[in-house]
């Protein structure tokens, strides 16, 4: 199953407050996991990504946390900001030089200020 | 430096008709890979090319074909177009394809 499910579907957070996205999925033979922000009328742009022999990977405001055991891994926003108001997305892939991505149905976000 | 350029950024098409999408990669880059982005959804891999063969192909029907040119651009085609082929059309680039995309703006094709 290739399947990647990302939840919620929208969420409001406050400034300054923590964002929190979440994702599962059902390949244990996936080993790459990047995270995606898109604003309207753009393509993707790759905001971080993990491997599974980590457990958390952070980048300024941006922190991934991965459950190999549980199969899940969540994107942390520190200190949310209005222009982080975007849509998110969680993928997978499998190794291999081709590296397919399969993509979560995404998160609308929006910081209020 | 430019990165992934697509055209046209917006196109109408009739049911039935085909329609070509066009993308120069990243400079440095050689693998072109293209995405369909339906209203509200993840993008889904369509299929990937390198070194101008098609690498791997994702669960789209026959009626979705591509090219890759000597110079790396790439183009999307798909033939008898259905309404639900009204997506925004993605393309990425990478270098050997070991991720690190880098994705386009996208074509949005409605069919109507």
């Known amino acids: 199953q290739q399947q990647v499910k990302q939840s919620p579907q929208s969420l409001i957070v406050q400034k300054g407050g923590i964002s929190i996205i979440n994702c599962a999925y059902e390949?244990?033979?996936?080993?790459?996991f990047p995270w995606y922000q898109q604003f309207p009328g753009k393509g993707p742009a790759l905001l971080i990504a993990i491997r599974p022999d980590v457990s958390e990977k952070k980048e300024g405001r941006f922190t991934i946390s991965f459950n190999k055991s549980a199969k899940q891994f969540s994107l942390h926003i520190m200190d949310s900001q209005p222009g982080d108001s975007a849509t998110y997305f969680c993928a997978a892939s499998l190794s291999g030089s081709a590296r397919q991505l399969t993509f979560g149905s995404g998160t609308q976000l929006t910081v209020l200020p | 430096d430019a990165g992934v350029t697509q055209s046209p950024t917006h196109l109408i098409k009739t049911r039935g008709q085909q329609v070509t999408l066009r993308c120069s990669p990243k400079s440095g880059h050689d693998t072109v890979s293209w995405y369909q982005q339906a209203l509200g959804q993840g993008p889904q891999f369509i299929f990937q090319?390198?070194?101008?063969?098609?690498?791997q192909r994702g669960n789209f029907p026959d009626r979705f074909s591509g090219h890759q040119f000597p110079n790396y651009s790439s183009e999307l085609n798909v033939n008898a177009l259905l309404l639900g082929d009204s997506a925004l059309y993605l393309c990425a680039s990478s270098f050997g394809g070991a991720g690190g995309y880098t994705f386009g703006s996208g074509t949005r094709l409605t069919v109507v």
């Open positions: 090319y390198y070194e101008e063969e098609e690498r």
């Open positions: 390949n244990t033979a996936f080993d790459y």
